[in-house]
């Protein structure tokens, strides 16, 4: 490359929008640059061939040229420090920090279980590193290189030179660095990083730059990164939405004793967060719904026996295991799991978005492949339908018998994404051809399979949620899977499966859609009881405080529980539910709040009860518009003394719990990573399908993106619950 190439290349360079802290940095760089070619001047009359380019380019614009050779030097390289300041801004917006042991190529994969393709790197000749740094030019190279403070066990020059080359001799030359430098990569961090977890910061070879031997440049590139910034977590990708939410709050028992809320049985916030783990991002705190992390797993609580009383509720209590001097209510239950005789019939059809912004091979490839799997499961009483909506909603396949596999895999097969999305306009289509096929006693359900971008139909979500309503109190249920990254609707896709009593499930890997329309096909499919609440009431003798752990968007009102107009959750098949309260005992020495100076103590007469509170549920049966009361009172003789007594499911429960307050920055509770892990480690049973070892793996990952200190930073008084 010659010196107008690379002179143009720089010209053409876009300049990203400054930032206060890269624009020092480059300016410091660039006044560093300034001074060496100065002391340059003095000694060679040669110079860098880049100056002597500039020197000729201001030459032949101005004519004559009749300053002496000081004001000569000096244009020339203030010209050189107006240059590389953008050039600055561009190599510092393209650094990267990578966790130990991930690659330093960028990778986005859309599939968890496809590999995903590598990008060929471009062979570099022989020597070209060595050509490109000596190109960059003389003393001044060394005069700026020595100011950056060499790392121990590591070469870092590769690194930094990679940032300056074409895109496919960094990825060469990086690829070659990491080979030999993750084997000592524990002594490449900086002093200031701690010892667990660490990073190194490296350099994404920049997008549009060409390779200029630009040696002022390397003293920029070459200094380390600040501490807060090697330690700062990744950010998740951007376009996704998600409802937001506040963290569920302390209560005075005294002031607020009754908790009520509305039953959760979706699964998608785990997925979702699995994935972005999986990938180095850390998912944002709305993303994280506890109960949803909670749910994923199975849980042995005890299953009702006839379908009548479709479940039972299962209490325990055990100290919490951040706080020692407060306690966690547990409370299980369990939906009633059919007989392998009960072959009831099923109406289905799916509503699939073939959208453009489903033609990605994490959403339509693998939604094709997820339905396929449900149809294996389908037998001679199932009917199935296809709707698809783009452009313009359309049926796919009309009312076919699971058994024609061939046909309804076919019709699957031949679906392609492009176009806008119609959603309401399909949805419309799906419940039109539902209620056309409806089977009595049976499952009539339209499974919306999107990524939740609705960008034509029902303008108003209201009037969308209505509409859906409606059809739900005409019988016919709506199911929610979601699928893909990057402007996933997960607020959307939630309201509508609240709405149609039906769950959400976020689909990210073949083997996901294995458990959600396989595995836990019954829950998916089949409901079991709906309008499902829970009432607890505490006890203001025993327990002073209390919270419930999750469930932030399903709070209902006090009066709610026993206004049967008001809609809440479904139980599907044999689907566990778990709730979490952590309590605090009165006179443990554990409460956040002060007692009042003004107060009348009213709670003689059940201060001697023995009770912790009082537990009332509402269910109705899925026929049926009158609800059903189910009355448990939890006695301190359900308690233990220690958690070493609670069953493996009370901690694993807890542990899950722990993860998800920590992974999203709760107010409540403080454990290290280690020590969650340890205690699901000790939980994990059987564990049967692998999942609970799979929760082991995603510990340690959010391990290494939030970084923890060596011992928990507390400043409250002894005795707070946020202290160890």
Same mark, same amino acid.
């Given at each position: 490359m010659n010196d107008d190439d690379k002179l143009n290349a720089l010209k053409q360079a876009p300049t990203p929008t400054p930032r206060e802290a890269a624009r020092r940095r480059a300016l410091d760089a660039a006044m560093l640059a300034f001074d060496a070619e100065q002391a340059n001047a003095k000694t060679s009359a040669q110079g860098n061939p880049i100056i002597q380019r500039l020197r000729s380019i201001f030459a032949n614009a101005k004519g004559t040229w009749t300053m002496d050779n000081r004001l000569t030097y000096g244009l020339g390289t203030a010209a050189v420090a107006l240059l590389l300041l953008p050039l600055g801004y561009q190599l510092y917006t393209t650094t990267a920090i990578t966790p130990i042991g991930v690659p330093p190529v960028a990778v986005s994969s859309k599939d968890a279980d496809q590999p995903v393709a590598q990008p060929e790197p471009v062979p570099m000749e022989l020597g070209r590193a060595d050509d490109l740094k000596q190109e960059a030019g003389g003393n001044a190279a060394a005069a700026t290189t020595a100011q950056a403070p060499a790392t121990t066990g590591a070469d870092t020059s590769t690194s930094n030179l990679a940032a300056a080359m074409p895109e496919g001799e960094a990825d060469l030359v990086m690829r070659d660095e990491m080979a030999v430098q993750n084997s000592m990569a524990v002594d490449a961090v900086p002093p200031a990083m701690p010892a667990a977890p660490m990073a190194e910061m490296r350099m994404a070879a920049p997008k549009q730059m060409a390779a200029p031997g630009v040696a002022q440049t390397e003293a920029f590139l070459a200094a380390p990164a600040p501490a807060d910034a090697m330690m700062a977590k990744p950010t998740e990708p951007s376009g996704d939405e998600f409802t937001k939410f506040s963290e569920s709050p302390l209560k005075i028992v005294k002031n607020e004793? +009754?908790?009520?809320f509305s039953i959760d049985v979706d699964t998608a916030s785990y997925a979702y967060v699995r994935r972005s783990l999986t990938e180095g991002w850390v998912p944002e705190p709305d993303a994280v719904r506890i109960e949803e992390l909670i749910n994923y797993f199975n849980y042995n609580y005890p299953a009702p026996t006839d379908a009548s009383t479709p479940f039972k509720p299962t209490v325990s209590v055990y100290p919490t295991p951040w706080n020692g001097k407060t306690q966690i209510v547990q409370i299980g239950i369990k939906g009633y799991v059919?007989? +392998? &005789? *009960? $072959?009831k019939a099923s109406n289905l059809v799916f509503l699939i978005d073939t959208s453009g912004s489903m033609d990605e091979p994490d959403k339509l490839p693998l939604l094709k492949r997820a339905f396929s799997l449900l149809v294996d499961q389908l037998g001679a009483n199932d009917t199935i339908s296809i709707v698809a909506y783009a452009g313009s909603a359309g049926v796919v396949l009309e009312p076919t018998k699971a058994t024609d596999k061939a046909k309804i895999i076919g019709a699957l097969e031949? /679906?392609? !994404? #492009?176009?806008? &999305? !119609?959603? @309401? *306009?399909?949805?419309? /289509? @799906?419940? =039109? /051809? !539902?209620?056309?096929?409806? +089977? &009595? %006693?049976g499952v009539n359900r339209v499974i919306l399979a999107t990524d939740g971008d609705f960008n034509v139909g029902i303008d108003d979500p209201e009037d969308l949620k209505t509409y859906i309503k409606s059809k739900r109190d005409g019988g016919v249920f709506l199911s929610v899977l979601g699928f893909g990254q990057g402007n996933l609707g997960d607020d959307t896709m939630q309201a509508l499966a609240q709405n149609g009593n039906g769950n959400a499930s976020y689909i990210d890997s073949f083997k996901e859609a294995q458990k959600v329309l396989v595995e836990d096909a019954g829950g998916t499919l089949e409901t079991i009881a709906k309008d499902v609440k829970i009432q607890v009431e505490f006890n203001p003798a025993v327990v002073s405080e209390y919270r419930l752990i999750g469930y932030e968007t399903r709070a209902l009102n =006090? *009066? $709610?529980?026993? %206004? $049967?107009? +008001? $809609? @809440? #959750?479904e139980i599907g098949a044999g689907t566990t539910v778990t709730a979490l309260y952590e309590i605090t005992p009165v006179g443990s020495g554990a409460e956040l709040n002060d007692p009042l100076r003004y107060s009348s103590d009213a709670t003689a007469e059940t201060a001697g009860s023995g009770e912790i509170g009082f537990l009332k549920m509402r269910y109705k049966l899925p026929d049926e518009e009158t609800s059903k009361l189910i009355e448990q009172a939890i006695g301190k003789d359900q308690a233990v003394s220690s958690l070493a007594e609670a069953s493996e499911d009370s901690r694993f429960a807890a542990a899950v719990a722990a993860f998800g307050q920590k992974l999203k920055g709760s107010n409540y509770g403080e454990m290290h990573w280690a020590d969650i892990r340890s205690l699901a480690q000790g939980a994990r049973g059987a564990d049967e399908n692998g999942y609970r070892a799979e929760f082991m793996q995603l510990i340690d990952m959010a391990k290494a993106l939030v970084p923890e200190t060596e011992e928990p930073f507390c400043t409250a008084p002894e005795g707070n619950r946020n202290c160890r």
């Open positions: 004793p +009754v908790s009520t059919p007989e +392998v &005789t *009960e $072959d031949n /679906l392609s !994404a #492009g176009g806008s &999305t !119609a959603g @309401a *306009e399909g949805i419309e /289509l @799906a419940y =039109r /051809l !539902a209620e056309q096929n409806k +089977v &009595t %006693n =006090r *009066e $709610d529980f026993n %206004n $049967d107009k +008001v $809609d @809440a #959750g």
